[in-house]
């Protein structure tokens, strides 16, 4: 933090700013002394503080319930942070849908919305997919586009740290796009680009399986898989966006890709057929002879590279996510071979998330992007005295 001196009266406001609004997110609803109290201001600055904010738009008084009884003297004035005051978006770009999660700014859901996209579709045509996702979402709750604050999105692919798709080999036409650029043009607030396991092990994090620690894997498993990591409870992206690529690892000898392990004809699987995907996955649970050998190759692939990511990171758990169907079978073999070739294997986990977790990790990192802006003491915010 920048040292503070007389000639800092601006930098103190901020501050004072800050705790004073942290203070009344945390307690819900409180009185300018019970802020004095917790925050260490005297109660004149408080109550200043909390004057601005109440033209800044981010506090309001409340009115006092007295539960009908009558009470003698004035009752202390209470205050309460406005989580209506503003609005975030997270939102999932994958092959066969995309998603918007819409909340407000204590993190609260308002609505959230999918629809199909052709795996096919063109660069331009999944966007305004999500243009139209995004403005059917935004009238169904009443919300008006100029209340976003921030907008987090997850997509598939190595991102750099503008928001541009490096490489993607999941989406026709979204290597090299432009993505935050191009978003950008439909938001007048700040838009955060992430890869989509990177955003889901962000959302396993804060309120999936994945909550009491801060030394994660995330899995995003399928014919392309993916994984996010956290370590001491940080995201991880690697010097370049790319770590946790394991579906690259089949380059380095192992010539068999992943849509071909799980092919029973002979001919891979295309990367982005979910349902030729279902439909092994669901041969082989009626016990068809081709199917189950099909799936043991893939699930065999996709322990190893987990357990040579693991090896690396040491994490303390491993969740594994993704879409298709019958992942489940996918743990017990990988706890084998934590087990066998790890000195101390992590614990493994299925997300409590599942399809929605790439959509509210993008939300996740649009809420921290206000939350550093508004609660942040070397930060501005916007709007602050």
């Known amino acids: 933090m920048a040292r503070l001196t007389g000639g800092d009266p601006s930098l103190l406001r901020r ?35 909390v004057e601005g904010l109440g033209e800044a738009g981010l506090v309001v ?38 998603t918007a999660l819409l909340t407000d700014l204590g993190g609260r859901e308002l609505g959230t919305l999918s629809r199909d996209v052709s795996e096919t579709a063109s660069a331009d045509e999944r966007l305004e997919r999500l243009r139209g996702t995004v403005a059917e979402l935004l009238r169904r709750a009443g919300v008006p586009r100029g209340s976003l604050r921030a907008v987090g999105v997850g997509s598939p692919g190595i991102v750099e740290g503008d928001g541009t798709v490096r490489l993607c080999t999941a989406l026709p036409g979204w290597t090299g796009l432009a993505l935050g650029e191009r978003l950008n043009r439909s938001f007048k ?9 990177n955003a889901a092990a962000v959302a396993e994090h804060w309120k999936g399986a994945a909550t009491d620690s801060d030394d994660v894997v995330f899995v995003l498993a ?16 690697g010097y370049g966006g790319a770590a946790g690529e394991i579906g690259a690892l089949h380059l380095l000898g192992r010539e068999a890709t992943p849509e071909a392990l799980l092919s029973t004809t002979g001919r891979p699987l ?19 002879r081709l199917a189950r050998e099909a799936v043991d190759r893939f699930v065999r692939r996709l322990v190893h590279d987990v357990a040579a990511l693991v090896l690396a990171l040491d994490p303390e758990l491993v969740v594994i996510g993704g879409r298709p169907t019958g992942l489940d079978g996918v743990l017990d073999p990988l706890r084998r ?32 992007h206000v939350e550093a802006e508004l609660f942040a003491v070397e930060g501005t915010w916007r709007g602050g005295p």
């Open 189 to 197: 607030c700040p838009v955060l680009v992430e890869n989509d396991a």
């Open 337 to 368: 071979e934590l087990a066998r070739c790890c000195l101390r294997p992590p614990r493994v986990a299925r997300s409590l998330l599942g399809g929605a977790a790439v959509a509210t990790g993008a939300l996740r990192l649009a809420l921290d």
């Open 222 to 237: 399928g014919l392309s898989p993916g994984a996010g990591s956290l370590i001491g409870g940080r995201l991880h992206r």
């Open 270 to 288: 295309h990367p982005l057929d979910e349902q030729a995907v279902a439909e092994v996955l669901t041969h082989a649970r009626e016990g068809d």
């Open 61 to 98: 008084e409340t009115v006092a319930d007295d539960g009908g009884a009558r009470s003698q003297g004035r009752p202390a004035r209470r205050f309460r942070f406005r989580a209506e005051a503003g609005h975030l978006l997270g939102l999932d770009v994958g092959a066969h849908r995309v």
């Open 15 to 49: 501050i004072n700013s800050a705790v004073v609004l942290d203070a009344l997110r945390a307690a819900e609803c409180a009185t300018l002394t019970e802020v004095a109290r917790v925050t260490g201001l005297s109660r004149p600055t408080v109550e200043a503080v």
